[in-house]
């Protein structure tokens, strides 16, 4: 098992930053991919990035690309999303992933472990 516990999420105006951690426990995070997922009011849960367990491949939603970063500090069962030029659409409870695997994808259903969410709102 793993439990994953978001934060850093909150109200942030129109261009500005915020950067989102998920601390994993319970196992070793050695060999687990993680992939940060967010779901917007009356939405369907999208995929938002991803990274593979050594760090070297990732992954982005191409609305995300070049605004968002990324990133995992395996020595502190931690990864990062780093969000930068915030939009309004980019509100949404965001939610980081394990899966069983060294392996990235942007595929929700490959991830076994989910945490509660954070709240990120962008006001215009």
């Known amino acids: 098992q793993v439990q994953l516990v978001e934060s850093g999420g909150g109200l942030v105006q129109a261009g500005g930053s915020l950067t989102l951690s998920c601390a994993a426990s319970g196992r070793t995070f050695g060999n687990v991919a993680m992939g940060w997922f967010r779901q917007a009011p009356g939405k369907e849960r999208e995929s938002v990035a991803a990274?593979?367990?050594?760090?070297?491949?990732?992954y982005y939603q191409a609305s995300v690309k070049g605004r968002f970063t990324i990133s995992r500090d395996n020595t502190k069962n931690t990864v990062y999303l780093q969000m930068s030029s915030l939009k309004p659409e980019d509100t949404a409870v965001y939610y980081c992933a394990a899966r069983s695997s060294s392996v990235a994808t942007m595929v929700d259903r490959n991830y076994d472990f989910w945490g509660q969410g954070t709240q990120v709102t962008v006001s215009s």
């Open positions: 990274i593979s367990w050594s760090g070297i491949t990732t």
